[in-house]
């Protein structure tokens, strides 16, 4: 049971802004991630909030509150109710916790409030509560996505799966691209949760059935699904023609689970991984390029290999699916959030528009890619808005193995995360990635196909040019029982009517046209294909 519950208690990931980075220890490599810097702000001083407090009647904070002296840690809602009690005391109307995880509060205080709080040694540090400007506009050209558009690679085609808190199907940013929804959600008395599908079952598929779930935190899957896939007149996401496969994960918690506001979600491990195994059977009609999972809790310094997530991440892998997973938001120098840790995944940290690792971001060696993660604008709930977390830097990698696919259809998971890991920008030790960059190393490091075997597939398609355009039936070849899965959603993708395997052997039999088959044969998924002959018995 309560290894079950903490498993169950994943902490949501998108407004985890300002968790502290815990610094470097003698022991931990110095290119796995940089200490974080400490130095000094001058607009966190009392002389500087207190000037522009004077010049505008008030000014927004964000204060940390300090844990009591004696060794227990308490509960985090009680600190952040010890704290706003203090201020309303000293006279302040609006104080509110930043979030029920973290050891803040978010104010607007007076000059005079500012006096009496600000030397209080309960809240040792101060910042002001900057505004932020929309970012996506800014982190996709940093990630040379722009770029990759224009040669092509706009995800089309392609599929991006968002295991999340569900997703706003009309949102403008996402409407027309959510082309398949599902719901994973437990109820269970002993923890204190309730599903959150529509239906009040533990699971549902369908329209409507990954709508956003109702309690705070939950426009979070919107979001991230606008990063990796949203399309727009301003902006766009990765893959901004990939579609959206929408699955609503996480289920609805009250009391002490929530360790501050109370309702709140989180996600099981069950949940998650019926998810995945949807997804995986998704690969059966459509090509899946990646799913997205910007969630996690607890930590690990090493690969997580037994747990039970993994068999199915590896399934998908096969299938030519990449896992994409947040590394976590606590500011971990030697370690990453469950699942991130399991080592077929791929685990991304989270980024400064400066290239600097970010504060917050969990960066121990299992992190494969960074991608940006601060302020990042997207799609919410009927609104834009920008949030940072390492769940904002996940859907970056994810939107990008859909354009890549969309461009290099024939590419693998490996070939694809190679390639962002060898083309990427070295920060903290992990490379931010480039997808032009990534596009042009997959380009260059493509096998050569031996001439012969080139020449006999380029044969075979001008022999399909020479067919009557009617459905036919063909037997096509693949490299390896690995590519099978790519081959039948390629063949599904062409248009072809009927796609079954023909036992243990690496083919397939399709029923097509001999246009969609000589699409399917161009499209790199496939190593021969013929016509699937009719014999007479000879007597």
């Not at 766009?236 to 996480?250: K, L, N, R, T, Y």
């Not at 490299?479 to 036992?503: F, K």
Request: proline share 6%; with cysteine; hydrophobic share 45%.
């Amino acid at each position: 049971m309560l290894a079950r519950l903490r498993l169950a208690l994943a902490p949501l990931l998108a407004l985890m802004v300002n968790a502290s980075c815990v610094q470097q220890t003698a022991t931990q490599a110095a290119a796995v991630c940089p200490p974080v810097a400490q130095t000094a702000e001058d607009s966190a001083s009392l002389p500087a909030l207190r000037e522009k407090a004077q010049a505008e009647g008030a000014v927004r904070v964000i204060v940390q509150i300090a844990a009591p002296p004696g060794g227990a840690q308490p509960a985090m809602g009680g600190m952040q109710r010890m704290a706003s009690d203090a201020f309303r005391r000293a006279g302040v109307s609006y104080v509110e916790p930043l979030t029920p995880r973290l050891p803040y509060v978010v104010a607007e205080v007076t000059a005079e409030q500012l006096d009496a709080l600000y030397p209080d040694p309960r809240f040792p540090a101060w910042s002001e509560d900057r505004i932020a400007r929309a970012t996506l506009a800014e982190s996709g050209p940093l990630v040379q996505a722009p770029q990759l558009w224009a040669a092509g690679g706009r995800g089309a085609g392609q599929s991006v799966a968002i295991l999340d808190t569900g997703v706003d199907a009309a949102h403008p940013f996402l409407a027309g691209r959510v082309v398949t929804e599902a719901c994973f959600s437990t109820t269970s008395v002993a923890n204190r949760s309730s599903s959150v599908c529509p239906n009040n079952q533990s699971e549902q598929t369908g329209a409507g059935a990954a709508r956003p779930c109702n309690a705070a935190g939950c426009e979070h899957g919107t979001h991230v699904a606008g990063i990796a896939a949203g399309r727009g007149t301003d902006f766009s996401g990765m893959a901004p023609d990939a579609e959206i496969i929408a699955v609503q994960v996480f289920s609805r918690f009250t009391g002490a689970a929530c360790g501050g506001q109370s309702p709140c979600v989180a996600s099981f491990t069950s949940d998650q991984i019926r998810a995945l195994d949807f997804v995986l059977q998704q690969a059966a009609t459509r090509s899946v390029a990646s799913a997205n999972m910007s969630l996690g809790g607890g930590r690990s310094t090493t690969a997580c290999d037994t747990d039970l997530t993994k068999p199915v991440i590896d399934q998908l892998r096969a299938a030519g699916i990449a896992t994409v997973i947040a590394s976590g938001n606590d500011g971990f120098r030697d370690s990453v959030s469950f699942p991130g840790c399991i080592s077929s995944a791929v685990t991304v940290g989270a980024t400064s528009k400066s290239d600097e690792v970010a504060s917050f971001s969990n960066c121990g060696p299992q992190v494969d890619l960074h991608a940006p993660g601060v302020n990042i604008n997207s799609s919410a709930n009927e609104r834009f808005a920008s949030f940072s977390g390492t769940s904002m830097a996940t859907p970056h990698v994810a939107g990008a193995f859909a354009a890549l696919r969309s461009l290099h259809t024939n590419a693998t998971v490996d070939q694809i995360e190679a390639a962002l890991k060898s083309s990427g920008r070295d920060v903290g030790g992990r490379p931010r990635i480039l997808l032009l960059d990534a596009s042009n190393a997959l380009a260059a490091n493509a096998p050569a196909e031996p001439a012969m075997a080139n020449d006999g597939l380029q044969g075979q398609i001008a022999a399909l040019a020479a067919m009557p355009e009617a459905p036919a039936r063909f037997i096509i070849t693949v490299e390896s029982p690995q590519a099978l899965a790519r081959a039948e959603t390629a063949a599904r993708a062409a248009g072809a009517s009927y796609v079954g395997r023909m036992g243990g052997q690496n083919m397939l039999a399709i029923e097509a046209t001999p246009a969609q088959a000589r699409a399917l044969a161009a499209s790199g998924a496939v190593t021969g294909i013929q016509p699937d002959r009719t014999a007479r018995p000879q007597n």
